[in-house]
Structure formats: C-alpha cells, structure tokens
C-alpha cells in the first residue's frame, strides 16, 4: 500500500485524513494499514488518520453491532471514529432509485460530511482489485465510453482507492493475522444486484474461456486510462475557451467553436459542462450526448430548441449558444409536442386496497395472493404464467378498449416489490429493469422502443416499491419483482377504467 500511495499520490504531506470503513475485510484491511503509515510513528508522520462508518438502516441490529465493532478496532488503532446513520430505504423511496444507488449516495454524501468537519482533503475508500475487475465488466455492460472502460482511478477528486493492487484474498489475509474478524453483509451473495450475478456467476464462466481474464482487463483498462487522461487534457484547454458562462445554476458554450471540435474532445467538454451541475455525478451516457451532437448540429437561426437530460438538466440551444441549465426542482417541464406537463403527485397504494391516479382515467388496484392457500387466480402456476402474461403485453394506447386484458393485470412477487407502494406518473429520469433484462434502462428509452405516443406517456400509471418502479401500468413489469419458484406472496395489480 505504501507503494501504491506514494507511486499515485494518495496522501496530502499533512492534516486530517478520512478512512471509510464498513467492518468487511477490504475497509478493514485499508483501516489497519493507514494507521501504520499515518502519525507520528509512520511514513506520514503529519497525517491525522479518522475513521468514519455509516449504518444505512437497512439490517437493524446486525447494522449498528457493526458500527461498534468497527468504532473499537479504531479505538484500538487510536484513532476517533465517526458513526452515522441513514434512512436509504426511504431515500430510494423518495428519490424512486434503486437501494444500491441510494445507499452509495447516502455513504459518499455522510463520508464528505465528516471530511468537511474534520477539514480533511482526503477520503480513502477501500476498493479492490477484484471491485475494479468487476466495475469494468459491467461498465462494458452498460455501453460504457472510454472513461468508464479505464475503470476507477487512484485518484478521483477527494475520493483516494490505496487498496486497487491488492485483492480481497489478500484483505482477509491481513484480518486473519491480525486476528480481526469482518463483518459479514449477506446482501452482498444476493444475486437480485446485477454486482452480485457478475461476481458469481458471469465472472468464473468468463475465466474459464480466459484464466488470466483479470489481468487482461486491469491491462487494457490501463492503456486505456492513459487516453482518457490525454484526451480529457485537451478538453481541459477546449473547456478554458468555450466556457463563456459558468455559474452554479448553467453553464454556457460557443456552440459555433464546439461543433468545430474533434468528436471525443467535444464529447468531453459536453460530459465536463453537464457534472458542474451535477456537482460530478455522472448524467450523460452515449445516447445523450448523441442528441446534444445532434442538438449542435441544426440551423444556427433555431432558437430555444429544448432537450431534456437526466439528473434534472436542461440543454437549450439559442442561436450559436449552448446552455445547459438545471430545471426547477417540482416544477413543470416542457414538451415540444406537447407543452407544459405538470410532474404527477405520487399517491399512497393500500395493499389491499386501490388509489385513483388524476389525469390518466385510470384507478389502480392492489391484492396480495397466497398460492399455498388458493388464493390466486385459477391456472396461475408459478412462474410460468407470469412470463405468459408479460410476453403477451404489446405496446398499446391508453383506453381500456385497446390494451389487452392480460394488459391490464400484473403478478408480481410482493416480498421483491416490497412496501409500502406508490403510484404516480412518469416523471424525467424514471428508470426501470424491463421482465427478461439484466439492466436498467430509461422510462423514456422504452416509450420511444415501445412506439407509445408522446401525449399517451404522462397519463400511464406507474407503481413504484420502496426502492424501484415495479410496474409500468398496461406495460410491462419490473425484472427484480418477477415472480420465481422462490416466490411465497404474490401481488396482484390490476387497472381499471376510472
């Protein structure tokens, strides 16, 4: 680690350092080893090592007997350690995101939280050799750019990953000697999260074609980490000359100049433009920067041309400008075919029990069903006839007269759909998993592939989990609610004309 840190830079010569730790292996590995090389005693004589954990609310008492263990190795290493604590069900709840993502959110929000009170410069994050393998495997998935193929970086901003030459084999070796324990997350063998079916199923098939796999893509990421870095230099100077305005609110381009650009230097500008406003989280993917490309591209004398972006942004092309703009959060966006269109309220959906959904002429009704008991519906086998009912979905108009009656009904496994449940409308950003996908994808990508007009999307009702969009009413359900032959509940949801 020691030459991993000073090869890449990872320590500041003095002050406050942030260790996150969760109690497994890898964060304990990283705890352990800092402290030998922080304070007075090691090779950074003038670095202060400070532990933080965060307890997302997720495991109850198993979560918080964690937060102590970890809050007394620290103790024993002599170093003070902060413990936080997060609602992320509630939050990917609110946010309607997956659990995964609105836990790493809350982590990364608390662990800056603790750097910005102990005026630390520097966050350590234990990240692997084996977390890089896999992140590059499912950014090549995802249809990652470049940047995402290079895979995670040393060093990214506050974020510092000393433990990237070392593999988990090699953190449990060092608990092991040290006659730690770590602390078990068994969400971490649920094969429902995408990281888990590549950790334990597509990786070992793919080493058997390949033995040295991992070492083949940390080499390619490598190479390819150096052309990003070169290129993301010359969007770095294109930046310092077509940034004309740039507030915390929008930033604004010389459309003219950055249409003029190489194609990877003007992407990179655009990806650099979009996270000022995001405050670095990743918006953009390569299908939106295709529509801003396009978006540049037309007549210099169309105004007010509006394209719509995740993460709330808006890019407006004015004249020979390109502005990228946040949109106001709650409210309305505009729709060029079909103007203003209020964001939906989400509503409470009783189980058992239905809830009204304004402006869509449709009420939604909720049941759960116990096949053990003979409850559900007669012919209902399990999971056959859910994969019956989803395969004969069709993209269809919003009238009870042209969806089809298998259209109307889903049966979902309820301990995956989860409680409680909410209804409300499309809004932008909405992503879901569609039945028989191993990723998500847009709300707005499936409309345009399913051929659902544009007047007909914000009036389909969408029911939402705890975590994630579960189904798109009178469409298609959500993979991760599918029904299995591990099922033991199922819900019933069915759509009525209001």
């Given at each position: 680690?020691?030459?991993?840190?000073?090869?890449?830079?990872?320590?500041?010569?003095?002050?406050?350092?942030i260790?996150?730790?969760?109690?497994?292996?890898?964060?304990?590995?990283?705890?352990?080893?800092?402290?030998?090389?922080?304070?007075?005693?090691?090779?950074?004589?003038?670095?202060?090592?400070?532990?933080?954990?965060?307890?997302?609310?997720?495991r109850?008492?198993?979560?918080?007997?964690?937060?102590?263990?970890?809050?007394?190795?620290?103790?024993?290493?002599?170093?003070?350690?902060?413990?936080?604590?997060?609602?992320?069900?509630?939050?990917?709840?609110?946010?309607?995101?997956?659990?995964?993502?609105?836990?790493?959110?809350?982590?990364?929000?608390?662990?800056?939280?603790?750097?910005?009170?102990?005026?630390?410069?520097?966050?350590?994050?234990?990240?692997?050799?084996?977390?890089?393998?896999?992140?590059?495997?499912?950014?090549?998935?995802?249809?990652?750019?470049?940047?995402?193929?290079?895979?995670?970086?040393?060093?990214?901003?506050?974020?510092?990953?000393?433990?990237?030459?070392?593999?988990?084999?090699d953190?449990?070796?060092?608990?092991?000697?040290?006659?730690?324990?770590?602390?078990?997350?068994?969400?971490?063998?649920?094969?429902?999260?995408?990281?888990?079916?590549?950790?334990?199923?597509?990786?070992?098939?793919?080493?058997?074609?390949?033995?040295?796999?991992?070492?083949?893509?940390?080499?390619?990421?490598?190479?390819?980490?150096?052309?990003?870095?070169?290129?993301?230099?010359?969007?770095?100077?294109?930046?310092?000359?077509?940034?004309?305005?740039?507030t915390?609110?929008?930033?604004?381009?010389d459309?003219?100049?950055?249409?003029?650009?190489p194609?990877?230097?003007?992407?990179?500008?655009?990806?650099?433009?979009?996270?000022?406003?995001?405050?670095?989280?990743?918006?953009?993917?390569?299908?939106?920067?295709?529509?801003?490309?396009?978006?540049?591209?037309?007549p210099?004398?169309?105004?007010?041309?509006a394209?719509?972006?995740?993460?709330?942004?808006?890019?407006?092309?004015?004249?020979?400008?390109?502005?990228?703009?946040?949109?106001?959060?709650?409210?309305?966006?505009?729709?060029?075919?079909?103007?203003?269109?209020?964001?939906?309220?989400?509503?409470?959906?009783?189980?058992?029990?239905?809830?009204?959904?304004?402006?869509?002429?449709?009420?939604?009704?909720?049941?759960?069903?116990?096949?053990?008991?003979?409850s559900?519906p007669?012919?209902?086998?399990?999971?056959?006839?859910h994969?019956?009912?989803?395969?004969?979905?069709?993209?269809?108009?919003?009238?009870?007269?042209?969806?089809?009656?298998a259209?109307?009904?889903?049966?979902?496994?309820?301990?995956?759909?989860?409680?409680p449940?909410?209804?409300?409308?499309?809004?932008?950003?909405?992503?879901?998993?569609?039945?028989?996908?191993?990723?998500?994808?847009?709300?707005?990508?499936?409309?345009?592939?399913?051929?659902?007009?544009?007047?007909?999307?914000?009036?389909?009702?969408?029911?939402?989990?705890?975590?994630?969009?579960?189904?798109?009413?009178?469409?298609?359900?959500?993979?991760?609610?599918?029904?299995?032959?591990?099922?033991?509940?199922?819900?019933?949801?069915?759509?009525?004309?209001?």
């Amino acid at each position: 680690m020691r030459a991993a840190v000073e090869r890449d830079d990872l320590l500041p010569a003095a002050g406050a350092v942030i260790a996150a730790v969760s109690g497994g292996a890898d964060s304990l590995c990283l705890l352990g080893a800092l402290a030998a090389l922080c304070g007075p005693d090691g090779r950074w004589p003038r670095v202060e090592l400070v532990a933080a954990h965060l307890d997302h609310g997720l495991r109850g008492d198993v979560a918080r007997a964690e937060g102590a263990y970890v809050a007394e190795r620290a103790a024993d290493l002599g170093l003070r350690c902060h413990l936080g604590a997060r609602d992320v069900a509630e939050r990917a709840r609110r946010e309607h995101r997956s659990v995964e993502d609105a836990a790493r959110r809350a982590r990364y929000a608390f662990l800056r939280e603790v750097a910005r009170a102990e005026g630390a410069a520097r966050i350590c994050v234990g990240h692997t050799r084996d977390d890089q393998v896999e992140t590059l495997v499912l950014h090549w998935l995802r249809g990652s750019a470049l940047a995402g193929l290079a895979g995670m970086r040393p060093l990214a901003g506050d974020l510092a990953r000393p433990l990237l030459d070392l593999t988990h084999a090699d953190a449990l070796a060092y608990c092991a000697a040290r006659g730690w324990t770590p602390c078990e997350d068994p969400s971490n063998q649920d094969r429902r999260y995408l990281r888990n079916r590549v950790r334990h199923d597509l990786l070992p098939l793919l080493r058997t074609y390949n033995p040295r796999l991992d070492d083949t893509l940390l080499r390619n990421a490598r190479a390819l980490a150096a052309d990003e870095a070169y290129l993301a230099a010359a969007a770095d100077r294109a930046w310092a000359v077509l940034a004309t305005v740039v507030t915390d609110d929008a930033v604004t381009l010389d459309g003219a100049a950055l249409a003029a650009l190489p194609g990877p230097q003007r992407r990179r500008v655009l990806v650099r433009a979009a996270a000022r406003l995001t405050g670095g989280e990743p918006a953009l993917e390569a299908r939106h920067l295709a529509l801003l490309e396009d978006l540049l591209a037309r007549p210099a004398d169309i105004r007010e041309r509006a394209l719509h972006l995740p993460m709330g942004l808006l890019a407006i092309r004015e004249g020979d400008r390109l502005a990228l703009r946040r949109r106001p959060v709650g409210g309305e966006r505009e729709d060029e075919a079909t103007g203003p269109v209020s964001r939906g309220e989400a509503r409470t959906l009783p189980v058992p029990g239905s809830v009204v959904v304004p402006g869509t002429g449709w009420r939604v009704r909720a049941e759960v069903l116990d096949p053990a008991a003979g409850s559900a519906p007669p012919g209902l086998e399990l999971p056959e006839s859910h994969v019956q009912e989803t395969e004969r979905l069709r993209p269809a108009r919003g009238t009870a007269e042209a969806l089809g009656r298998a259209s109307l009904r889903a049966y979902l496994d309820a301990d995956a759909a989860g409680t409680p449940l909410t209804v409300r409308t499309w809004h932008p950003g909405d992503r879901f998993r569609p039945f028989g996908m191993t990723s998500e994808k847009k709300l707005q990508d499936y409309f345009v592939d399913a051929k659902v007009p544009r007047a007909e999307r914000g009036r389909i009702p969408l029911v939402f989990g705890p975590s994630h969009l579960v189904w798109v009413g009178g469409h298609r359900p959500d993979d991760r609610a599918a029904i299995t032959p591990a099922t033991r509940r199922v819900l019933a949801l069915r759509l009525e004309p209001n």
